[in-house]
């Protein structure tokens, strides 16, 4: 299979390089991205020698040529645009963090390519409108997220379904008190208890903003209302989520924590072939598996999506804006952690939304929140 990896240096692209490492002949990778990373770039490049490579900036692409010249160099926005839009691709993994999936993988759309999707954002901020011309161009958009993976892998006959229950593992502040998170340090807060993730995605899983925008993703890849979406603490991270049905039958998808496992699914989807963490799962091993409501008092930033998904238009890209650069703050200390929640609060508070923004109306709605977040912390 023909793919290429959007994000190739992040967590989730260099587990996937790993996915590929241990399924030789099966995959062709056609293009490589990685940012301003480019040692970690450079490696991979020797690994799977792809025919393009894009970084972020010019001159990053201009020393690569040099010490690999039968490869193509991009850069910047249009580089990655050019990639997901190459026809060659007969799968895109968009694991590229933040706004910057959304044009790629619309590129990919319509060009009919496949996308196995790991960016979360691109389908918060313009959900209603990447998965209505997926539909209209018969392009399937596999999720890359062990809850939605999960999901996808028990959802057969959707009108049939009760309810979608998305597990949280809770992150590690589930036995904390307000206090103890409001007084939480950047290191604390990258302490997760069962994931090994980006800094970014670590961070919205201590206040459950992550899972809140799972609800989000969910909504629109499966299109299902919100009053059927569920959200179940589980810290064990064994269930990755299950499917309810109307008769009462509940399926669910088990697994050790492992990327590996989601990754693999998407790329080959819909065929199954032995991987990495082939016979890892053990039921003695896994042991006793508990299960709790979420405290919506200790992370109101779940309360918060439930609220800008049920009421759409432009508010989830206001509520993804404001976190996602309020996030950025607090890794560089200028904020607190429970100050993520009060700015995106008062962001949300103070938007008018747009109901079915067009795309534009939605980047310049993400720009102008960026940029007051970015002006808040600021000071």
């Known amino acids: 299979m023909k793919i290429s990896i959007l994000g190739s240096t992040g967590s989730i692209g260099r587990q996937a390089i790993e996915v590929i490492q241990k399924m030789p002949g099966f995959f062709d990778v056609v293009s490589l991205t990685g940012g301003s990373n480019i040692e970690v770039l450079r490696q991979q490049i020797k690994l799977v020698n792809p025919s393009n490579v894009c970084v972020k900036s010019e001159n990053d692409a201009l020393l690569l040529k040099k010490e690999f010249p039968k490869i193509n160099f991009l850069h910047g926005d249009e580089g990655l645009i050019d990639i997901a839009s190459d026809t060659t691709n007969e799968r895109i993994l968009v694991s590229v963090s933040g706004k910057t999936g959304l044009k790629p993988t619309l590129a990919a759309i319509e060009n ?3 996308v196995a999707l790991a960016n979360k954002e691109t389908l918060v901020m313009a959900g ?3 998965m209505k011309r997926a539909r209209e161009k018969g392009v399937k958009i596999l999720p890359v997220d062990s809850e939605h993976g999960a999901i996808h892998q028990c959802l057969s006959n ?11 593992s809770g992150g590690p502040f589930r036995n904390s008190s307000i206090e103890d998170i409001k007084n939480a340090t950047v ?3 990258l302490h997760h208890p069962r994931w090994n993730m980006g800094k970014k995605i670590t961070i919205d899983s201590a206040t459950l903003m992550n899972k809140g925008l799972e609800v989000i993703e969910a909504h629109h890849l499966f299109n299902m209302p919100y009053d059927k979406i569920q959200v179940v603490v589980h810290p064990q991270s064994i269930v990755h989520s299950a499917v309810e049905y109307v008769d009462g039958s509940v399926i669910a998808q088990l697994g050790f924590p492992s990327m590996h496992i989601p990754i693999q699914y998407t790329l080959t989807y819909p065929h199954r072939f032995e991987g990495i ?10 042991g006793r598996l508990d299960f709790e409501a979420p405290d919506m008092e200790k ?3 779940l309360k918060l999506a439930f609220e800008a998904g049920k009421q759409g238009g432009t508010l989830p890209v206001v509520m993804n804006a404001a976190n996602e650069e309020a996030v950025y703050a607090f890794l560089d200390k200028k904020i607190s952690l429970w100050q993520i929640y009060e700015i995106t609060k008062k962001m949300m508070d103070a938007h008018k939304s747009i109901t079915n923004p067009t795309l534009d109306e939605i980047l310049e709605t993400d720009m102008i929140i960026r940029e007051l977040t970015k002006k808040s912390t600021s000071k």
Do not use: G, M, Y
Request: glycine share 0%; with cysteine; hydrophobic share 40%.
């Open 112 to 114: 009919n390519i496949d």
């Open 128 to 130: 209603d409108i990447v």
């Open 158 to 168: 959707r009108d049939e379904v009760e309810k979608l229950i998305i597990t949280a």
């Open 187 to 189: 290191e604390q807060t």
């Open 277 to 286: 963490e082939t016979r890892s799962f053990d039921f003695i091993k896994a």
């Open 299 to 301: 992370f109101p930033c």
